[in-house]
């Protein structure tokens, strides 16, 4: 079975969806391929560009993430994350 690229889930997203939510399931689909948060941040200034996350918001999902965080949510009392 292929996979779906992040590019193709962004495009397949819910337009109800954020923009932070959607790039939050790009991240964690990428930190579980293997790719580097520096790789990430730029793939994701490719797609989103002046919409996309700050770089220390992209380093700290990536990190959540790999320490094995599920949730694409942010959580409760941790503040949003905006562009």
Known sequence: MSQASPEK??????NSVSACMEQHVVMKFLVN???KPADIYRRLQ????DEMLSRSKTCEWCKRFKDG???VSDDPGRGGSQP
């Open 69 to 71: 965080h599920t949730s």
């Open 9 to 14: 889930l962004i495009k397949m997203a819910d």
């Open 46 to 49: 490719a797609q989103y560009g």
């Open 33 to 35: 391929e293997g790719v």
